[in-house]
């Protein structure tokens, strides 16, 4: 890659983008060809000190030799740090993590159309990210093949060709893992209830939600088979599902990802226009 190519600028500094940038640089990308536009003190102290990179407050004339620029930023705050960076990133490929904000809005806020969407998730914090990507027309095959490439430092990655999708990614997987923390917390409450030790229930809790996923991953067969299998007509697995059943809780669990779906929609609504 030209050094123009694979200088890369992050607006903001997070946990996302930390994710991200570590990625880079284990992958090889050097420190100095990584720049990032953080406007809190203390986070720029932590990305010089964990990475090396150039942190700087504002958005500045440095900005212009970044060939691709990553949105790190809260949908709230989206619009005003594009207006102080559009003047120097106007050339660049640009990939936006931030959530609900519509590619539309994006491309008018930065006047240009190479604008990759994506949703991610914070697992890409230990390398097991799932990231869905959608790209406006004009972003050709070179420029998925970079996004691509620093997305897979997170994890995986998928491609959506409709953008109203990724408010269904968000719902699902960008969310998502606050889902299974929430499944883990009350699988080590009730396994503290039942006399083990909140660590012991723990480590049993987060194993068995680690192994079951690997063992959907491995699998061809269908989850509801994969769930059959551990469940015996009579036996515990059965109580517990019954249970679950009776309290429509797959119902409500469902109604919840619509209800998350319906935010993202909003958050595009509120803060794209």
Known sequence: MSKNTGRIAFIGGGNMASAIIGGLIRQGLAPADIAVVEPFAEARARLRQQFGVVADEHAGAGLASAGLVVWAVKPQTFKDAAAQAKAHVHQALHLSVAAGIRSGSIA????????????PNTPALVGKGMTALFARAAVNDADKQRV??????????????????????????????????????????????????????????????????????????????????????????????????????????????????????????????
């Open 108 to 119: 008018q806020w930065l006047g240009t159309e190479r604008i990759v969407r994506s949703m």
């Open 148 to 273: 691509e490439q620093v997305i897979a430092t997170t994890g995986e990655h998928l491609w959506v060709g409709e953008e109203q999708h990724l408010d269904a990614v968000t719902a699902l997987s960008g969310s998502g893992p606050a889902y299974v923390f929430y499944f883990l917390e009350a699988m080590v409450q009730a396994g503290a209830e039942l006399g083990l030790s909140a660590e012991q229930a723990r480590r049993l809790a987060v194993g068995t939600f680690a192994g079951a996923s690997e063992l959907a991953r491995a699998s061809s067969e269908p989850l509801q088979v994969l769930r059959a299998r551990v469940t015996s007509k009579g036996g515990t697995t059965h109580a517990a599902l019954t249970s679950m059943e009776q309290d429509g809780v797959k119902a409500e669990f469902v109604k919840a990802l619509h209800a998350a779906c319906k935010r993202a929609e909003q958050l595009g609504d509120e803060f794209g226009k």
